[in-house]
């Protein structure tokens, strides 16, 4: 048992509650910014194309100085080494956690039990460039000869999640000639509607799975097997045209009879959250092509550098980190909003729920003790400007502190035509506007001074003081998304960190998945299930009568 004090009872964090509890116990952004006409300078912090505004934040001076001596306190930056050095941090797993090896250049030394793991990444980039390179040329062709034109990729979870979500984000440097499908449900209907009007002979199914065993993955995989050999005659020999896999498990890969010379490798090390700049990226890679993704593991990089060197104060990873805990543990804010004004980021959000929220959705610390604070909020949201004509009002003037980050780009993607280009000033007006209104609301006297009646002065005022943080971009492009992704994977890992819970294991998913092995049987066959609890046996009586038709 670790003899370090438990986190609330550290003299940083009473340091913290005693602020929030004192100064800040009323926060008023319009005096903040009144007396402090550098504020949203100061509170401003460059990385790559990325410009970071914390200003709208329920904070000062004070606030950050005291939120820094948690995150030393903490030694995040300890932790933060030792993660890049490759030391075992996934303390439950017993496994390294080294995303940060994916993007490293050819140059570098990572070592893992004292092997050098950068070689063993680029030989698989290359090989993935090679494969990608002939799917893209047509070099590359189904069992009968006929060029690719469909690509599928089956996985689930973060071999779903990230490719599906980069590739959405990345649609016009796609190779808009070929199709991409991502089927992740084990209900049939996701498989059924992503291959019903595709051609067997011209479809490159990729089955992205970690561990190989996934249950959702390998069913589905095996009913695209037979979806195509239906199509081939039967033929075996054309699963090796039209199957690849992407694991650390060339046990597993062999045995469901992918050719292992069709499999591109990963490792233990890479947690499935944090996978898809590894082999998980294969189908964004054909997409994209090999030299954009390259850029995309440069933006990875940029941001990795940037959270190892960049001093405390300046650091963003860490100031978003710190500025969440504030919320969540100082001011009881439930859930963060992620409100990226991108179409094309329309499956960001989903992908920041993984990696956030299966990462630090835990309840025991690194030393397996109850916490007694909180840790990850419940991360959600959708693209702007949608969001506004939905949800906004509850944030705007409901009851709950919800922090949010608004993303948004400077300049539209290339590809949109000098009509459509002309509405991005209209987004990000929107973008702005947001922002500003739920810092400064609306006052009481200045909803009088439109002319507005008494009895509907209270409906019509906004009280503001609803903090967020804006990251601008300067466009959506592949080292920018990046970026990004790389910027939130480290302010997850600084949150954990200070929470001193393992951000790397995710033994929550388990529970549910055992007992749906254990429930199946008596689904399909009626089967008796020892210990069911009478709710769920009744639930599953009522399902079985409801079944036959
Ligand atoms: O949800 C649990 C989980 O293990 C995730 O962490 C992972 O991304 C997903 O399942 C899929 O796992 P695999 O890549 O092994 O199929």
């Known amino acids: 048992m670790s003899d370090t004090p438990r986190l609330t009872r550290r003299p940083e964090w009473t340091a913290l509650e005693d602020h929030r509890a004192g100064p800040l116990l009323h926060p008023d952004l319009r005096g903040f910014f009144d007396r402090d006409p550098g504020r949203a300078e100061r509170y401003t912090v460059r990385v790559g194309d990325l410009l970071v505004d914390y200003s709208k934040h329920l904070i000062t001076d004070e606030t950050l100085a005291l939120l820094q001596e948690l995150a030393a306190a903490t030694d995040v930056f300890g932790l933060r080494d030792a993660m890049f050095r490759g030391e075992r941090i996934n303390v439950t797993e017993g496994r390294a956690v080294l995303h940060t090896a994916l993007r490293a250049p050819r140059d570098a030394v990572i070592e893992v039990d004292g092997e050098n793991v950068v070689p063993k990444v680029h030989a698989v980039l290359d090989r993935m460039s090679d494969f990608a390179g002939r799917v893209r040329s047509g070099q590359w062709t189904g069992h009968t000869g006929q060029r690719i034109k469909n690509v599928v990729n089956i996985g689930i ?45 011209e479809t490159l199914f990729i089955v992205a799975s970690k561990t190989f065993t996934t249950i959702e993955t390998i069913t589905n995989a095996t009913s695209a097997r037979s979806w195509l050999l239906t199509a081939m005659d039967g033929d075996d020999k054309a699963v090796a045209r039209h199957f690849v896999a992407l694991s650390t ?14 499999m591109f490798e990963f490792w233990d090390w890479v947690g499935g959250r944090y996978s898809y700049d ?80 299966e990462s630090n959705g835990k309840s025991v610390d690194r030393d397996g003790h109850p916490v007694e604070w909180q840790t990850g909020p419940v ?9 506004q004509h939905a949800y906004y009002q509850l944030i705007h003037q409901g009851t709950k502190l919800i922090p949010a980050d608004f993303i948004g780009f400077a300049r539209p993607v290339d590809e949109l ?39 509907q002065v209270p409906h019509r005022t906004f009280k503001g003081n609803h903090p967020t943080t804006t990251i601008l971009a300067t466009e959506l492009t592949p080292s920018v998304l990046g970026q990004l992704i790389a910027l939130y994977e480290h302010k997850v890992f600084v949150q954990g960190a200070v929470w001193n819970i393992d951000s790397f294991d995710q033994w929550g998913v388990e529970l549910g998945k055992v007992l749906a092995k254990r429930v199946e049987p008596a689904l399909t066959e009626g089967a008796e299930v020892p210990g069911l609890d009478p709710s769920t046996a009744a639930l599953v009586a009522a399902y079985r009568t409801l079944r036959k038709k």
Not at 379 to 387: E, H, S
Not at 428 to 443: I, P, S, V, Y
């Open 379 to 387: 991360v959600w949201g959708t693209p702007g400007t949608n969001g």
């Open 417 to 455: 035509s000098e009509e459509l280009g002309g509405q991005h000033d209209l987004l990000m007006a929107n973008f702005f506007a947001q922002t500003q209104a739920l810092a400064f609301g609306k006052t009481g006297e200045e909803v009088r001074a439109e002319g507005v009646p008494e009895e």
């Open 249 to 262: 498990n060339a046990g597993k890969v062999t045995e469901f009879g992918i050719d292992p010379d069709n």
């Open 157 to 201: 979870g973060g071999s779903d999640l990230g490719p599906a979500m980069a590739y959405e984000a990345l649609r016009p440097y796609t190779a808009r000639e070929l199709t991409f499908r991502f089927v992740s449900n084990v209900d049939g209907a996701d498989l059924h509607e992503a291959v019903r009007d595709l051609d067997p002979a």
């Open 278 to 357: 590894s082999a998980i990226g294969l189908s964004l890679m054909i997409a994209i092509g090999p030299e954009r993704f390259r850029e995309m593991l440069a933006g990875f990089r940029l941001v990795d550098e940037h959270f190892r060197n960049a001093p405390a104060e300046a650091n963003a990873p860490l100031l978003m980190g710190l500025l969440g805990i504030w919320y969540d543990d100082f001011f009881d804010a439930q859930t963060h909003a992620v409100l990226p004004y991108s179409h094309y980021l329309s499956k960001f959000t989903a992908y920041l729920q993984q990696l956030d929220m």
